[in-house]
């Protein structure tokens, strides 16, 4: 039986700024420390290359706790500027630059500029070719370091990390601009240094390379951030939030909710085979699911009000539904839940049923099918997968046993067959058991 759970509670009242997540449900942010320096971006970058040339993993993380400290005391206690340059990957602020290797390099070709035959041309547009000579083949940023350095004149970077933040931030509403974005480049190539722009081309790319993980950042950072983080993930939020390094968090604050995006929980490969994973659980029971082809997607619910998002926090409510008298899913599977659910959030993979095969449908195709409004009975629809119940009526069940949460999942809501289904699992013992249920999928 679905357990009776609290409704939740208001949180306190304080100075905040919006930023819009899911539509009508925004963001609210503390107000952040004020910060009063003015770092210039080559000591950022001058800390990306030890970080990449230390091999000692405790030496690379006191180097960034000191950088850290360093920046609290010249400049002040809002990292956020910092920690989007070092997790450019995480920062959501930012939306995508439309810039690829082979864009950068045209731009580059114009801005330096270079005739099309010039074999340093060739090269930055082949820069995936290996050659004997250039060791830095293969990777983007190093090519063009080389390329740079052969030619540039500015021997000390005038951008400082606020100035690159706001030159990044235009770059990215100039997406599909090309024209803009190339007289962008334009000022990154004027007032920065060859090692400088190696590592804004990287942030751009959003492959640092620095030999340091997330955790890392985030763990050095605040002993909260991570936790934080893949509970709304949003980099801004754990900048602000987490700005006291001696404030910590309770269970609530780092707890999910509804309508905002959060990091779920990924699969890993074992490291010593399945045999060794086994071994782990000591004789206990475990679930086995099957592995689908689909996309990760998280479903809110509150009320009539839906809200559908990717495990990287890209909304696709405008695919699936907010509300039952719209969208490919919500109208099929509003009906699915108990009365007694007003508020759950579900985790699952969003798949492609074709009713006319009785066989999900590649991946690539779930878009397609989503956006098809003719509503044919026998067209393919996607169809959302259930593995998880991570949140019911107020009270978050991220600390509750996989058992506890399936049993109440069950009783959340009724299958709809080809249009909302738990995933198929089996219970098992030993590494035969993970064979049989392979060999029979």
Same mark, same amino acid.
């Given at each position: /039986?679905?357990?009776?759970? %609290?409704?939740? +509670?208001?949180?306190?009242?304080?100075?905040?700024?919006?930023?819009?997540?899911?539509?009508?449900?925004?963001?609210?942010?503390?107000? %952040?420390?004020?910060? =009063?320096g003015n770092t210039p971006f080559r000591v950022l970058a001058?800390?990306?290359?030890?970080?990449?040339?230390?091999?000692?993993?405790? #030496?690379?993380?006191?180097m960034l706790g000191n950088w850290f400290n360093r920046w609290? *005391?010249?400049?002040?206690?809002?990292?956020?500027?910092?920690?989007?340059?070092?997790? %450019? @990957? *995480?920062?959501?602020?930012?939306?995508?630059?439309?810039?690829? &290797?082979?864009?950068?390099?045209?731009? @580059?070709?114009?801005?330096?500029?270079?005739?099309?035959? !010039?074999?340093?041309?060739?090269?930055?547009?082949?820069? *995936?070719?290996?050659?004997?000579?250039?060791?830095?083949?293969?990777?983007?940023?190093?090519?063009?370091? &080389? =390329?740079?350095? *052969?030619?540039?004149?500015?021997?000390?970077? +005038?951008?400082?990390?606020?100035?690159?933040?706001?030159?990044?931030?235009?770059?990215?509403?100039?997406?599909?601009?090309?024209?803009?974005?190339?007289?962008?480049?334009?000022?990154?190539?004027?007032?920065?240094?060859?090692?400088?722009?190696?590592?804004?081309?990287?942030?751009?790319?959003?492959?640092?390379?620095?030999?340091?993980?997330?955790?890392?950042?985030?763990?050095?950072?605040?002993?909260?951030?991570?936790?934080? $983080?893949?509970?709304? +993930?949003?980099? #801004?939020?754990?900048?602000?939030?987490?700005?006291?390094? !001696?404030?910590?968090?309770?269970?609530?604050? #780092?707890?999910?909710?509804?309508?905002?995006? $959060?990091?779920? /929980?990924?699969?890993?490969?074992?490291?010593?085979?399945?045999?060794?994973?086994?071994?782990?659980?000591?004789?206990?029971?475990?679930?086995?699911?099957?592995?689908?082809?689909? &996309?990760?997607?998280?479903?809110?619910?509150?009320?009539?009000? @839906?809200?559908?998002?990717?495990?990287?926090?890209? !909304?696709?409510?405008?695919?699936?539904?907010?509300?039952?008298?719209?969208?490919?899913?919500?109208?099929?599977?509003?009906?699915?839940?108990?009365?007694?659910?007003?508020?759950?959030?579900?985790?699952?993979?969003?798949?492609?049923?074709?009713? =006319?095969?009785?066989?999900?449908?590649?991946?690539?195709?779930?878009?397609?099918?989503?956006?098809?409004? +003719?509503?044919?009975?026998?067209?393919?629809?996607?169809? $959302?997968?259930?593995?998880?119940?991570?949140?019911?009526?107020?009270?978050?069940?991220?600390?509750?046993?996989?058992?506890?949460?399936?049993?109440?999942?069950?009783?959340?809501?009724?299958?709809?067959?080809?249009?909302?289904?738990?995933?198929?699992?089996?219970?098992?013992?030993?590494?035969? /058991?993970?064979?049989? =249920?392979? /060999?029979?999928?």
């Amino acid at each position: /039986m679905m357990q009776p759970t %609290p409704a939740p +509670s208001s949180p306190p009242s304080s100075p905040t700024v919006p930023a819009v997540v899911s539509e009508d449900h925004p963001i609210v942010y503390p107000e %952040p420390p004020k910060n =009063v320096g003015n770092t210039p971006f080559r000591v950022l970058a001058i800390l990306f290359d030890k970080l990449q040339n230390e091999k000692k993993p405790e #030496k690379r993380r006191k180097m960034l706790g000191n950088w850290f400290n360093r920046w609290r *005391k010249e400049e002040g206690y809002d990292l956020y500027p910092v920690l989007r340059l070092i997790l %450019p @990957y *995480k920062d959501r602020e930012r939306t995508v630059y439309g810039l690829k &290797e082979k864009n950068i390099a045209k731009d @580059y070709i114009k801005i330096i500029p270079l005739s099309r035959n !010039d074999p340093d041309a060739i090269r930055l547009l082949n820069w *995936k070719r290996p050659t004997e000579r250039e060791k830095a083949s293969g990777d983007f940023p190093s090519v063009l370091y &080389e =390329v740079i350095s *052969k030619r540039s004149s500015v021997v000390e970077g +005038s951008l400082t990390i606020h100035e690159l933040n706001d030159i990044l931030d235009e770059l990215a509403k100039s997406s599909g601009k090309s024209h803009i974005q190339s007289q962008i480049l334009r000022r990154v190539y004027n007032r920065s240094t060859p090692e400088e722009q190696r590592w804004i081309i990287r942030i751009i790319l959003k492959d640092m390379i620095i030999a340091v993980k997330e955790t890392t950042v985030f763990s050095v950072f605040h002993p909260d951030a991570h936790d934080l $983080f893949n509970t709304c +993930s949003d980099l #801004k939020k754990v900048a602000w939030e987490l700005w006291n390094p !001696d404030r910590r968090l309770n269970d609530e604050d #780092k707890a999910v909710q509804l309508f905002r995006a $959060f990091a779920p /929980m990924l699969c890993k490969r074992p490291t010593r085979g399945i045999d060794g994973s086994v071994k782990e659980m000591q004789g206990r029971t475990f679930i086995i699911e099957e592995k689908l082809d689909g &996309e990760r997607m998280q479903l809110h619910k509150q009320g009539n009000e @839906y809200f559908y998002c990717s495990r990287k926090g890209k !909304d696709y409510t405008y695919l699936y539904g907010k509300h039952v008298g719209i969208g490919s899913l919500t109208p099929f599977i509003d009906d699915a839940f108990d009365s007694r659910v007003d508020e759950i959030i579900l985790d699952g993979e969003m798949l492609v049923w074709d009713p =006319v095969s009785e066989t999900n449908l590649p991946f690539g195709s779930l878009k397609t099918f989503a956006l098809d409004k +003719s509503k044919g009975e026998h067209n393919p629809r996607p169809c $959302f997968k259930v593995f998880d119940l991570l949140y019911l009526n107020g009270l978050s069940l991220l600390h509750k046993s996989l058992k506890f949460r399936k049993r109440n999942l069950r009783a959340c809501l009724q299958e709809v067959p080809g249009r909302i289904e738990f995933v198929s699992e089996t219970e098992g013992t030993t590494a035969q /058991m993970c064979a049989n =249920v392979w /060999m029979s999928s």
